[in-house]
Every structure is written in structure tokens, then in C-alpha cells.
């Protein structure tokens, strides 16, 4: 199993500085797995128990693993950003009252930047045999905001990608060394939009095939 050092993650909650986000979750796997995942950020569920993925796109998450003969305990788990990203909203509840809870959002440019270091320091020490990112934060904080996984999802892709070579940077360096990539869109993506789960089903069964043909680098 790997971990980021803890001198690491508190550098991570630090750098979090006054960001509107709550709670602290760690990337999970195997140093030497067949996937590494590149989520978003964790959301309500994830920081109950601190496991990635645990909640109902977690479920759907699984399906797909499962589709081509893998289980959570195969791959390694991580997201852009490690904390949950939230907003406050407003709920209607059945009777009618209005109650303040909340929301997740998306992570913003600023709080990417700010974990970079930590998802940086998975990339460089965990081994897999291929990268998945999950949706358009995963992939662009890899390879950059000209990607969209509309366009590349499904596809291999043997490129650099973006590291912060000095912590106080704001923008991202190109490591030396090529990482090869799938993008998919995240398992959350059919609940917003039930038409894209064929192309996610195609799309991991484009990863199962490229399992098969890759070996270790
Ligand atoms: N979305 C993510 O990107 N990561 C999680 O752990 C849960 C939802």
C-alpha cells in the first residue's frame, strides 16, 4: 500500500489556506497497481469513512472495475484535490422548511493548485500500468486545459504531464518522463446525463483491452 507522508498532507491542508473545503482524504491503493484513478475531489460520503469513492459514484465506479475483471483493492485512488470542496445551499424538506446544508461543488483553479504537490508526489511513486483521469479536473490537471474528455475520452494518450516543479509556482511545468493516459468521464456523469453510459462502458472496455497489452514501465 502507498501513502503520502503526513509532513506531505499537512503541507496540502496548509497550503488549503482560507478555501471554503472540509476534511482530508487520502489517495488508497497498491504502489504497483494496474490502474492509478484521477477523480476530482471527495464529496459528503468519502470523508465519513476517509476511503475514496465510497459514495454512490463510487458505486458506479465499481461496475466499471468490475466490468473488466477488477476490483477496488487492484487499483490506486486519487483525486486533484484531497479535501471536500463545498458550498452552502438552501433545502427544501418535506414539510415544507427551509434548512442551510452543504452542497459539494467542483474545485476551484486555486485549490488544485494547492494540492498539487500531493497528487505530484503519487504520480512520481506510484507505479501503475495505465492512468485513468475521471472527468475534465483529473484530466486537465494532468495534461493541461486544452483537453476535454468529450473529445479524448477512450483514448490512449502517451504524453508528459503537469507537476508544480517549485511549490510556490502557479503554473505547471511538463515532468521529463511520458505517462500513458485514458481519460473517462466521472462515474457521476450518467447520473446528470443516462446518455453517456454507453461511451463510459465502451471507454472501460477500451481500458481493459489496453491492460492486456501494456506491461509495467
Ligand atoms: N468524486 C471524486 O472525484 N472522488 C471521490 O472520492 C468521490 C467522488
Do not use: C
Request: proline letters at 6%; a positive charge; aromatic letters at 8%.
Amino acid at each position: 500500500m502507498y501513502r503520502i507522508s503526513e509532513e506531505l498532507a499537512e503541507l496540502g491542508r496548509r497550503r488549503m489556506g482560507g478555501a471554503q473545503v472540509e476534511g482530508f482524504v487520502y489517495g488508497q491503493g497498491p504502489a504497483e497497481p494496474e490502474l492509478m484513478l484521477v477523480g476530482e475531489a471527495p464529496g459528503e460520503f468519502e470523508l465519513v469513512d476517509g476511503i475514496p469513492f465510497i459514495g454512490r459514484a463510487g458505486k458506479e465506479l465499481m461496475k466499471s472495475l468490475a466490468s473488466i475483471g477488477l476490483r477496488r483493492e487492484d487499483v490506486y485512488i486519487t483525486s486533484a484535490v484531497r479535501s471536500r470542496p463545498y458550498r452552502w445551499g438552501t433545502k427544501k424538506e418535506r414539510d415544507g422548511t427551509l434548512t442551510e446544508r452543504k452542497y459539494n461543488r467542483a474545485p476551484t483553479a486555486k485549490e488544485i493548485l494547492a494540492h498539487a504537490p500531493l497528487l505530484d508526489a503519487e504520480m512520481r511513486d506510484v507505479r501503475p500500468k495505465l492512468i485513468v483521469t475521471l472527468g475534465n479536473i483529473g484530466l486537465q490537471r494532468l495534461l493541461g486545459k486544452g483537453y476535454k474528455v468529450s473529445d479524448v475520452h477512450g483514448q490512449l494518450i502517451e504524453r508528459p504531464v503537469q507537476y508544480l516543479a517549485d511549490p510556490a509556482d502557479r503554473t505547471y511545468s511538463l515532468t521529463e518522463d511520458v505517462r500513458t493516459i485514458i481519460p473517462t468521464f466521472h462515474p457521476a456523469s450518467v447520473f446528470y446525463n443516462p446518455s453517456l453510459r454507453e461511451k463510459v462502458e465502451e471507454d472501460w472496455q477500451a481500458i481493459g483491452r489496453a491492460l492486456k497489452r501494456h506491461g509495467r514501465r
